[in-house]
Each structure stands twice: as C-alpha cells, then as structure tokens.
C-alpha cells in the first residue's frame, strides 16, 4: 500500500507541476479562476458517472480502470507536447484532467486502504503509509525539476504515464490477499457480499451529520488552499516569465514542502494523534495558515507566500491528511466508499469553483488588491474551525452509534414502557400476584401513587395475607385525603398480627383527624397484649417531641413495667412481642433503656434481631454506630443495619474516619462501607470513600467506585473532585501493571518444589486464577473512575463494547476512548486497556519499567504475602509451601504470624515449623 501511493502521489507531482506551468505560461495566472470553475463543473459531471458504476462494479475494476484511462491521457499529452499542438483548449482540458487524477484516484487508494485496516491499525498505520505518499511528492517533484530542465517537460509526462502502470498489478495483489477474505467492517465477522440498497452519495453525506460536517469542512479546507495557491502562483509569475524555470521553481518548492512533511510525518505525526487525538488534530492546519496570514498582512513579500504555501503543504499531507483520513473510519464500508469518492472529487472541485467564482466576481471583479485575499482566507479560516468543532462532536457520536448498534441498545438502555401497560402491569399484580410480588410492588410505588391504583390497594385491607395487609395500609399513608378509615380501624380488633395492628393504629392516630386521647384511653389498657403493645409503640413515636404525652400517659414507667415482664424467666413471650417492643424502646430515646437493645443485637434470631436493630437507628445513640457497622457481616441483617445508619447522617462516616485511624475495621466489615455511606448521600460520606479507595483490595475499590458514581450521577449530585479521581486512576493503572507482571512472571517462572510438582503447579495456577480476577476487578474500577471524570454513559458504552466477542467492536472502543481522554491518562490507559481486551500478549512499554522492580518470582511472592487480598495471601502460602527453600520468604511469613485472619496466621505458623 505504501508503494501503490508513492507511485501514485510521484506521478501527481511529475505532471501536476508541468501541466500548471504549461497553463500559466500560455494563459496566465488571470485564467486561473475560470479554470477553477470548470474543475468543479467537470467534478460534478465525473461523479455522476462515477456514482453509476459503483452500483455495477466493484472499487477493485473501478480503480484498474481509472489508472488505466489516466495513462492513456497522459501518454497522449507526451504526443501533443511532442507534436507541438498546445491550444487553449487543450490546455484547460489537461488542468481539468489532471485536478480530478489528483482527488480520484488518491481517493480511490484512501476506500482501499480503509477497506484493509480497521481505526486501531489505520492510526498506527495511515501516519507510515502517508510517509510513502509524501516520499512520493519529494522525488515526484525533484525529479520534475531535473527531467524538465534536461530533457523538457515530454519526457516528464512520458514517464508520469509510464509509472502509473505500475499501480495495477499492486491493486491486484492488494485485491487477490487481502480483500477476498475480509470482515464485515461494523460487526466484524465474515460475511458474503450482500446486495445494498443504492442511496445516491449527496443523500447519505446529507443524511449523516458526520459526513456532512467532514464535507463542509474539506470544501472549506480547498477554498482556503486553493485561495493560497492563487497568492503563491500569481507572485511567482511576475517574478519569474520562463516556462521551464517557473517549471523548476514550481518542483523545487513542492519537493521542499513535501520533504517538511515528510519530517513531519515521521517525527510528529503519530505522537500528534497520540496526544491530541484525531479531530483535534484537524486544528493545527488552520491555526498555521492563520498565523502565515498574519505575517503576510505585515510582510506582503513571495518568501512570505513561500512560508504560507509551505504551512499549507507540508501539514495538508501530514498531519492534516492522517487526521482526515481517520476521521471517517468510523463510517461504514458501503457508505464510505460512496461518500469519499464523493467527497474527495465533487466536494473537492466545487469548492475549486467556489474560489474560482470569488476570484473572478470578488477580488477581480471588485478590483481589489490581492491583500484582500487573505482577508477572505482568514474568514474562511474561522469557518473551518467552527466546522472541525462541529465534527469532532458528530464523529464522537458515529462511534458510540456504532458500539451500540454492535452489542444492543438492550446491555444498555432501560426497557421502556408506556404508561397505560405499566398502569395494566400494577392492577394486574395488585389483584393477583404472589405475596411477595403484591408487597415489592407497593413498597416501589410509594408517593408515585395514582388513583387509577387506588381502589385495588384499598382492596388488599381484604388479602388472606397480613403482611400485603400492614403494606397496603402504609401505602394508603400516601392517599391524600382519609381512605378506608372505618376499615382500617376494624382491623385493630378483628386482626391478631401486631404488625397490622401497629401500622392500623398508627394510620389512625397520624394520618386521620381521630382524636389520640380516644385511641390510647382505649388501647393502651387493652385485654389484649398484642394490641396493648401496637398502643404503646405508637405513644412512643408520638412522644418523641412530646413530653406532655409522656407524662400523661406514664409513658417511662409503663415501658419500665414492661422490661421487668419481659425478664422474667417465668413468663413466656412471642418473638412478636419481644421485636415491637425493642421499636418502643428504640421511639423512647431515653438512655436507661440503651443496655436492652444492646443485648438484643446480639440475639441469634434473625427476626428479632432485626428489630433491635431498627430500635438502635431509631434511638439516635451514637453508640450503637460501632455495633452496627460490626453487623454489616451478617447477611439476614445488612440492609436493616443500612436503615438503621441513615438514622445517625453525617455521625456514621464521622464515626468510621475516626475509629479507623485508631483500630481499623476487620475487611469483612470494611468492604460492606460503600453501600452503608452510599445510603447517607452527603459530601461527609464521600471522605469515607475516599479513604476505601486507598484499599489494597480491589473488590473493595470497585464498590467504593461505583458508590462514588451513584452519589455523583443519582440524586444528591455530590460533587467529586476530578484531581483526586484522577490520581486514584493513576494509581489503579499502577496496581494493574504490578499485578499483571506479577501474574505473567509467576507463569513463566520454575520454582523448585520440595515433594511434589503437580502440587506446585496446582497451587500456582490457583494464585494465577486469582490474580486474574484482581485484573478484571482493577479494570473495572478504572472504568467507574472514568465515569467520574468524563461521562457515564460514554464509560459504560466503552466498557460495554470493549467486552463485545467482535475485534471491530473493541477496536471502536478503543478508537472512541482514546479520543475523549485527556493526555496524561491516555499515555498511561491506552496500553493497559488494549493489552486487557485486544492483544494480551501485546509488549509495551510501561510493563518493562515494573518488571525491573518485580525481576524474579521471589519478589513478586513476597509482595503478595505482605500487600495482598486475604485470598491472594491464602494462595501465595499454598504456593511458597511446597517450595524446597523458604529462607526468602521467613521475614514476610514472620509477619503473618500475627495476621488477624487465622486462617493465615496459622498457615504461616505451619509454613515456619
């Protein structure tokens, strides 16, 4: 491919150079404009054409066909030169000619080339294969001057017609072992031709912000280019009037421009795209041009036109070429290959026209000086910047587009549904789903609460089940005006669960205008235990605020009374009892009765557990912070406990910062933090993530990062402070790196075992599979933090397509990433992330620097021994067990031996005997 473009970009340079000589001698610089003209109305005619046969033949015979005619022409130009017929005529029609071999057939090689690489390679590829177009333009141009001074400017052409022979047997070869087996460009797969629809190529650039954007932007790019062109070649006619030398001086000075951006391509063009990326790149053309105008406004001189035409050759066949050729891989192979073409000539020569036509009516028209042409350029130039803007944007979106297409708006999108079928939905389930569907469902409505659902939840006050009875009395706390009171009441005394007869008893004292005096003058004394104690719980919540209620009802020594029934071994009492009066103790908020509820979270019964631990949120005594995070272990009781915290606010991650610096918390609660803080949702629980996030356990750093998501993004909108994520990025890309050079050196290194290997091996690979999932974890995390600092859903649909089976999938991704991060994580993200999901055997760089810290199996044992998981350290003991010699590792198992786990320091313990 590097040679088919040489070729090609030699033979531009050999006639391009002789034809605009020719022209400029004979007719003069003044027939430029009307030139540019015909170019465009010429391009227009051409793609009408071109457009055609695409839909008959491939780009394969399209391609030999053009080279094929382009030949001919120039072959018979050599004969006309030879022959002396140089009529105006023919010399437009050798300008027109020469304008469309130049955007068709380079465009023709771009289709190709894009059809052979996907965005990963052709941005690794594209800067070495544009070297070749630019090496094409040097010797292109060099040998223009030494031909046309030597032998004239038929044997130039000859030799342009000559060479481009060459190109067809390397589309051939290009055709024959390469494209015959390729992917479908979107998904990746092999596929068979398939027959497209034909959509005319105006339609799909028009259709397609992306194309069109890129369209605009090329044509204003031409204006601009071939406004400079005009400067450049009008002073040098009036400075030079020979054919054969403004010849030479034409090729000396393209061939310098080319061999700038050859230097440029070689030496800045790749790390250009690595820094800045692809769109931001598209910049730094015009912002040079810019600046060549400027100095031209001040120095009105040729050396000046000299530097601005250089600016303009040197970065449009660089830089500016790499950048726009990248610009539109995002684009389908179908689309593409009739929208660059389209692009490439039409786009291409009407903007020619469009200077052409400013030139002739404007400048000339006008009488203007030819200063006010770079008056023009600069408003051009503003343009195109507002345009690559514009495009940067559209061409972030093409990807996502097509990472989504790819893997299913399903892995990413909620499911949608109109109102009326959820309306359908939750009667549906109200009059006859299970229990605990009825009860999940009513615990989601909440406020939400429509009174189409209305008649349906009163209807539950007649459900067989107490439970969907005590759910749809709180949920009728949301009705706004007094529903089903009568009903409700009745339920206090034909009801024996305590739990309907609290959540009655309470709807009627709160949520109704029952006078209080009446309901505990009747109940608080009831025969009935149960419905004396829904009473007394319900004057406990009342009298939170209330000391008149707690007076007048005695309400302290009742409870008091209470307590000593409870305790006494001689009286039996239900759970129910027991669990409705820790919530009574817990309502009261009085000190004397905090040791009660203490000893019951301690209490084997789940059920009653889970009351005390309501009573102790409920109680507001800091006290109970440490006990109930300790409870954070226990699976039956988490969530309760993550209710019971709410209750105590900024006093919860106050409490951790400041017992964690004295005794830190065992892992096992520690991990279970993120959720208990996430719940708080304010900036004090965010300082508790914070320190999680210094964890050496990446389980427990993924948590803390999706916390940190959920408090950013949900409600609350805790702001984050980018700096600090950044760093923890940073150093999660750290965490990886050691890791994986751990993992690869424990693989590959041949440790002497003291009984058996197959032990050995077992062990080590258990290690490995360990160390693995670290890996997977630390990718993850990275991911969460990038959400942080960028966009959720752009991270989620990165992640998302990174684990997509399909490589053009991931290469999208990657290709998407790493135009949105900044510079300092792109140099250190990229290789990891293409390493973890693209190539994991690929070297790089930053993995050489960690392996020379981690040389030998030994080292990187015994720093999983000391900064490991408890798991990880569990797997290493196993490993360095069946070693035939410890002594490198005594020091790290000595400290283990005072492990909290006991698992590892007995495993030390056993390891050092």
């Given at each position: 491919?590097?040679?088919?473009?040489?070729?090609?970009?030699?033979?531009?340079?050999?006639?391009?150079?002789?034809?605009?000589?020719?022209?400029?001698?004979?007719?003069?610089?003044?027939?430029?404009?009307?030139?540019?003209?015909?170019?465009?109305?010429?391009?227009?005619?051409?793609?009408?054409?071109?457009?055609?046969?695409?839909?008959?033949?491939?780009?394969?015979?399209?391609?030999?066909?053009?080279?094929?005619?382009?030949?001919?022409?120039?072959?018979?130009?050599?004969?006309?030169?030879?022959?002396?017929?140089?009529?105006?005529?023919?010399?437009?029609?050798?300008?027109?000619?020469?304008?469309?071999?130049?955007?068709?057939?380079?465009?023709?090689?771009?289709?190709?080339?894009?059809?052979?690489?996907?965005?990963?390679?052709?941005?690794?590829?594209?800067?070495?294969?544009?070297?070749?177009?630019?090496?094409?333009?040097?010797?292109?141009?060099?040998?223009?001057?030494?031909?046309?001074?030597?032998?004239?400017?038929?044997?130039?052409?000859?030799?342009?017609?000559?060479?481009?022979?060459?190109?067809?047997?390397?589309?051939?070869?290009?055709?024959?072992?390469?494209?015959?087996?390729?992917?479908?460009?979107?998904?990746?797969?092999?596929?068979?031709?398939?027959?497209?629809?034909?959509?005319?190529?105006?339609?799909?650039?028009?259709?397609?912000?992306?194309?069109?954007?890129?369209?605009?932007?090329?044509?204003?790019?031409?204006?601009?280019?071939?406004?400079?062109?005009?400067?450049?070649?009008?002073?040098?006619?009036?400075?030079?009037?020979?054919?054969?030398?403004?010849?030479?001086?034409?090729?000396?000075?393209?061939s310098t421009f080319n061999v700038l951006s050859l230097v440029i391509q070689l030496f800045l063009t790749n790390r250009l795209l690595a820094w800045l990326g692809v769109t931001s790149n598209l910049l730094l053309l015009p912002l040079g041009i810019a600046a060549g105008c400027l100095l031209f406004l001040i120095y009105p001189e040729l050396w000046v036109l000299i530097i601005l035409k250089g600016m303009d050759g040197s970065f449009k066949q660089s830089i500016n070429?790499?950048?726009?050729?990248?610009?539109?891989?995002?684009?389908?192979?179908?689309?593409?290959?009739?929208?660059?073409?389209?692009?490439?000539?039409?786009?291409?020569?009407?903007?020619?026209?469009?200077?052409?036509?400013?030139?002739?009516?404007?400048?000339?028209?006008?009488?203007?000086?030819?200063?006010?042409?770079?008056?023009?350029?600069?408003?051009?130039?503003?343009?195109?910047?507002?345009?690559?803007?514009?495009?940067?944007?559209?061409?972030?979106?093409?990807?996502?587009?097509?990472?989504?297409?790819?893997?299913?708006?399903?892995?990413?999108?909620?499911?949608?549904?109109?109102?009326?079928?959820?309306?359908?939905?939750?009667?549906?389930?109200?009059?006859?789903?299970?229990?605990?569907?009825?009860?999940?469902?009513?615990?989601?409505?909440?406020?939400?609460?429509?009174?189409?659902?209305?008649?349906?939840?009163?209807?539950?006050?007649?459900?067989?089940?107490?439970?969907?009875?005590?759910?749809?009395?709180?949920?009728?706390?949301?009705?706004?005006?007094?529903?089903?009171?009568?009903?409700?009441?009745?339920?206090?005394?034909?009801?024996?669960?305590?739990?309907?007869?609290?959540?009655?008893?309470?709807?009627?004292?709160?949520?109704?205008?029952?006078?209080?005096?009446?309901?505990?003058?009747?109940?608080?004394?009831?025969?009935?235990?149960?419905?004396?104690?829904?009473?007394?719980?319900?004057?406990?919540?009342?009298?939170?605020?209330?000391?008149?209620?707690?007076?007048?009802?005695?309400?302290?020594?009742?409870?008091?009374?209470?307590?000593?029934?409870?305790?006494?071994?001689?009286?039996?009492?239900?759970?129910?009892?027991?669990?409705?009066?820790?919530?009574?103790?817990?309502?009261?908020?009085?000190?004397?009765?905090?040791?009660?509820?203490?000893?019951?979270?301690?209490?084997?019964?789940?059920?009653?557990?889970?009351?005390?631990?309501?009573?102790?949120?409920?109680?507001?005594?800091?006290?109970?912070?440490?006990?109930?995070?300790?409870?954070?272990?226990?699976?039956?009781?988490?969530?309760?406990?993550?209710?019971?915290?709410?209750?105590?606010?900024?006093?919860?991650?106050?409490?951790?910062?400041?017992?964690?610096?004295?005794?830190?918390?065992?892992?096992?609660?520690?991990?279970?933090?993120?959720?208990?803080?996430?719940?708080?949702?304010?900036?004090?629980?965010?300082?508790?993530?914070?320190?999680?996030?210094?964890?050496?356990?990446?389980?427990?750093?993924?948590?803390?990062?999706?916390?940190?998501?959920?408090?950013?993004?949900?409600?609350?909108?805790?702001?984050?402070?980018?700096?600090?994520?950044?760093?923890?990025?940073?150093?999660?890309?750290?965490?990886?790196?050691?890791?994986?050079?751990?993992?690869?050196?424990?693989?590959?290194?041949?440790?002497?075992?003291?009984?058996?290997?197959?032990?050995?091996?077992?062990?080590?690979?258990?290690?490995?599979?360990?160390?693995?999932?670290?890996?997977?974890?630390?990718?993850?995390?990275?991911?969460?933090?990038?959400?942080?600092?960028?966009?959720?859903?752009?991270?989620?649909?990165?992640?998302?397509?990174?684990?997509?089976?399909?490589?053009?999938?991931?290469?999208?991704?990657?290709?998407?990433?790493?135009?949105?991060?900044?510079?300092?994580?792109?140099?250190?993200?990229?290789?990891?992330?293409?390493?973890?999901?693209?190539?994991?055997?690929?070297?790089?760089?930053?993995?050489?620097?960690?392996?020379?810290?981690?040389?030998?199996?030994?080292?990187?044992?015994?720093?999983?021994?000391?900064?490991?998981?408890?798991?990880?350290?569990?797997?290493?003991?196993?490993?360095?067990?069946?070693?035939?010699?410890?002594?490198?590792?005594?020091?790290?198992?000595?400290?283990?031996?005072?492990?909290?786990?006991?698992?590892?320091?007995?495993?030390?313990?056993?390891?050092?005997?």
């Amino acid at each position: 491919m590097q040679l088919y473009i040489f070729i090609v970009i030699t033979v531009l340079l050999l006639v391009k150079p002789t034809i605009n000589a020719l022209f400029l001698s004979d007719l003069g610089a003044e027939e430029l404009p009307k030139a540019y003209l015909l170019v465009a109305f010429t391009a227009v005619i051409t793609s009408y054409f071109y457009d055609k046969s695409l839909q008959f033949f491939n780009i394969k015979r399209i391609a030999i066909a053009s080279l094929l005619f382009f030949s001919a022409c120039f072959f018979f130009l050599a004969y006309l030169l030879y022959a002396g017929i140089t009529s105006d005529l023919i010399l437009y029609g050798y300008y027109l000619s020469v304008s469309i071999f130049g955007v068709l057939v380079t465009s023709q090689f771009w289709i190709i080339a894009n059809m052979i690489y996907n965005a990963r390679e052709a941005k690794r590829l594209f800067g070495l294969i544009g070297a070749g177009a630019i090496f094409g333009g040097i010797v292109g141009g060099y040998l223009t001057t030494i031909l046309s001074q030597s032998f004239g400017s038929i044997y130039v052409i000859l030799l342009a017609s000559v060479l481009l022979l060459f190109c067809i047997p390397i589309v051939m070869w290009v055709w024959s072992h390469r494209l015959h087996k390729t992917t479908d460009i979107d998904t990746g797969k092999s596929h068979k031709p398939k027959v497209h629809k034909h959509t005319s190529a105006l339609k799909l650039i028009t259709s397609s912000k992306h194309l069109t954007y890129l369209a605009l932007s090329i044509g204003v790019s031409v204006i601009m280019a071939k406004l400079v062109d005009y400067q450049f070649s009008d002073f040098a006619q009036l400075k030079i009037s020979d054919p054969d030398e403004l010849a030479s001086f034409f090729g000396f000075w393209f061939s310098t421009f080319n061999v700038l951006s050859l230097v440029i391509q070689l030496f800045l063009t790749n790390r250009l795209l690595a820094w800045l990326g692809v769109t931001s790149n598209l910049l730094l053309l015009p912002l040079g041009i810019a600046a060549g105008c400027l100095l031209f406004l001040i120095y009105p001189e040729l050396w000046v036109l000299i530097i601005l035409k250089g600016m303009d050759g040197s970065f449009k066949q660089s830089i500016n070429k790499a950048a726009v050729e990248l610009s539109i891989m995002p684009i389908s192979y179908e689309d593409k290959k009739q929208a660059k073409s389209f692009i490439d000539v039409v786009v291409d020569s009407i903007a020619t026209g469009v200077a052409g036509f400013l030139l002739i009516f404007v400048v000339k028209g006008l009488d203007l000086h030819s200063h006010y042409i770079t008056v023009i350029i600069l408003f051009f130039l503003f343009v195109w910047i507002i345009l690559i803007y514009q495009l940067k944007g559209a061409y972030f979106d093409t990807f996502k587009r097509n990472i989504l297409n790819a893997i299913g708006n399903h892995d990413i999108d909620d499911v949608r549904t109109s109102k009326k079928a959820l309306h359908d939905s939750v009667i549906k389930t109200l009059n006859k789903g299970a229990d605990q569907e009825i009860i999940a469902l009513l615990d989601s409505l909440g406020d939400t609460i429509v009174d189409v659902h209305k008649p349906h939840i009163i209807k539950l006050l007649d459900h067989p089940s107490n439970e969907v009875k005590a759910a749809a009395i709180k949920e009728i706390y949301f009705f706004k005006h007094e529903a089903a009171t009568e009903k409700i009441a009745s339920l206090i005394e034909t009801n024996d669960d305590p739990e309907v007869v609290y959540e009655a008893m309470e709807y009627l004292l709160l949520h109704t205008h029952v006078d209080e005096n009446k309901i505990f003058g009747k109940y608080l004394n009831h025969s009935m235990p149960y419905i004396a104690d829904a009473a007394l719980l319900c004057l406990a919540e009342l009298a939170i605020d209330n000391s008149t209620l707690v007076k007048k009802y005695g309400l302290l020594e009742r409870l008091e009374e209470r307590i000593l029934q409870i305790q006494d071994p001689n009286i039996s009492h239900s759970q129910e009892e027991i669990a409705e009066f820790l919530l009574t103790l817990g309502y009261a908020r009085n000190p004397k009765f905090y040791d009660f509820i203490a000893g019951y979270l301690k209490n084997e019964n789940d059920y009653i557990l889970r009351r005390a631990v309501k009573a102790a949120g409920f109680s507001h005594n800091t006290e109970f912070i440490g006990p109930l995070l300790n409870l954070l272990q226990v699976d039956e009781v988490r969530y309760s406990v993550i209710e019971a915290l709410r209750n105590f606010g900024n006093q919860v991650p106050k409490y951790i910062l400041d017992r964690d610096i004295v005794a830190p918390f065992d892992v096992k609660v520690r991990k279970f933090f993120p959720i208990a803080v996430a719940s708080l949702r304010t900036e004090e629980s965010l300082k508790v993530l914070i320190r999680l996030g210094l964890s050496s356990d990446p389980f427990l750093r993924l948590e803390t990062a999706k916390t940190m998501v959920d408090l950013h993004f949900k409600q609350g909108r805790i702001n984050v402070n980018k700096d600090r994520v950044n760093e923890f990025t940073l150093k999660e890309c750290d965490f990886y790196l050691e890791h994986l050079v751990i993992a690869n050196t424990i693989i590959e290194a041949h440790l002497q075992s003291k009984m058996d290997d197959t032990e050995l091996q077992i062990s080590k690979e258990s290690l490995v599979a360990l160390l693995r999932k670290e890996l997977d974890c630390s990718m993850n995390v990275i991911f969460e933090l990038l959400a942080l600092i960028l966009n959720e859903d752009d991270m989620e649909i990165a992640y998302f397509g990174l684990k997509d089976e399909s490589e053009s999938v991931k290469v999208n991704s990657i290709e998407f990433l790493d135009n949105i991060l900044n510079v300092r994580l792109k140099s250190e993200l990229m290789p990891i992330i293409e390493h973890h999901f693209v190539q994991e055997l690929e070297e790089f760089s930053a993995l050489d620097e960690v392996r020379e810290v981690l040389s030998d199996a030994n080292t990187c044992l015994i720093k999983l021994l000391k900064d490991g998981t408890v798991e990880v350290k569990l797997a290493t003991l196993n490993v360095v067990a069946q070693l035939d010699d410890i002594s490198a590792y005594k020091n790290a198992l000595k400290q283990l031996t005072r492990h909290s786990e006991a698992l590892i320091s007995d495993k030390a313990l056993e390891i050092l005997k």
